[in-house]
């Protein structure tokens, strides 16, 4: 059963079993119907949602924001009463960080789509704590804000926090999404329009047990496995998937499997993609930004359309299902190649993941060699990009909308995996 998160209303807060808490922390989000007023995305997303077996989206975001678990877990209950709260008003949420006590303490994740909401409710003096890929000087007229470089550092200066430990879903108690689970950070590629650090390092199996337990109070079928680029051969632990899929199979009743997300170029290599649906792997999601091999190469991208055409006839073969991510505005891009793959493999394709290239905030990479003027430059969500103009706009645009009309028109009357019994949504 779905429950709903009380839209700018703080969530009831877990209180401690033994000692008084001292502290109030709240892990604000702020909801995606507030930072993005045109619905077309997320109204897709919905109508495709409903015919993924196993594909949940929650009211407010695309999914549970990683930081809150994160920090949750770093802020021991004997000390700390922690409360979520979602700002889908920014009047409400003003009022409440106006009426706060002082020993009360507001955790965010920062990002320029979000930084004009957070710089008003910063202007109400509460005590912030702020972490993210924006320029901290932003913050500098505001002493009562603090700037995290790293989570990590968080224990350093808030009295009764910790090191991270297993993380702490608890604050969405009954949420029904497709939580996060990482075998491996980073990712050995370098394209040069993201921001993911190029050391991979796998993770712990000792913690995999307790990690995957403390996806208790969640209500999900599928997982997303975190690791950047999945089958990565400096991240090998990606074959043991199969036994993380017998820990949540065991923990989790109606646990059906994976999304993992990879390039291509891996998914291509002879017998990958069938292994990965042996150890549970039910969709695939291909960083394909564009099917164009020019433009491919100058955002050093680690594939060529040879290996996407490829990759496709397999998970077409293996009855699996590909989500390809694609980047609108790239300079020069006519998107005949994209609509055309999309065109070909639109059986195995029951939704698309569209961003606009942008040009992130601590990119050290580089070499995109565009203008960076404006914010939408750096906002992958925002059209507008200073090396657009209105007809490029427009043709992006068009090519989305020929994108979303094709994938809808094959899956109106149809659901992924439709042998087995739908998912109650
Ligand atoms: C973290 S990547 C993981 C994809 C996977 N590693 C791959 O390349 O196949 C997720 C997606 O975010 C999008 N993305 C990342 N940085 C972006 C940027 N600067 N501008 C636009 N889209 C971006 C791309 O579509 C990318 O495929
Ligand atoms: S887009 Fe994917 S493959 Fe490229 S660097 Fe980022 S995570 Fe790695």
Known sequence: MSVPIPTVGIRRGILPSGERAVSRAVLVQFSDLLLTEDSTMRDYYRRSYARMRGYYMPQHFMEIPYWIPIVASMLP????????????????????????????????????????????????????????????????GHPHVSFLHDVANLPDFLPGARPRTTLDYRLFDGLQCIPRFSMSSGCSFRCNFCTVPTQVVPADPAGYEAEIAAFAPLDFRLAFIDDKSFGDPAANNWQDLGKVRDIFAALHHG????????????????????????????YVEFGVETAHDGLLKYLRKPFRTKHLYKASQTIRELGLYVIPNFIMGI???????????????????????????????????????????TFGDRDQNTVTKSWLDQEEIAAGLGAVQEIYAVTEAYWRDRATYPGEQVSAQ
């Open 77 to 140: 209950d004997e000390h700390f009463r922690k409360e979520l709260m979602v700002v889908d008003d920014l009047d409400v949420a003003h009022s409440r960080l106006a009426e706060a006590a002082e020993r009360d303490v507001f955790f965010f994740s920062a990002l320029d789509a979000n930084v004009e909401q957070l710089l008003h409710l910063a202007s109400t003096g509460a005590t912030m704590v702020v972490g993210g890929y924006v320029d901290p000087e932003v913050f500098l």
């Open 255 to 282: 646990f059906e499997g994976f999304i993992i997300q990879t390039p291509p170029s891996l998914a291509a290599r002879p017998g990958f993609l069938a292994d990965c649906r042996d150890m549970g792997v039910r």
């Open 331 to 373: 300079p020069g891009d006519d998107y005949k190649g994209t609509v055309q793959w999309v065109r070909e493999f639109v059986d195995i394709m029951p939704a698309v993941n569209i961003n606009w290239l942008a040009a992130h905030y601590g990119n050290e990479r580089g070499h995109l060699d565009l203008p960076v003027e």
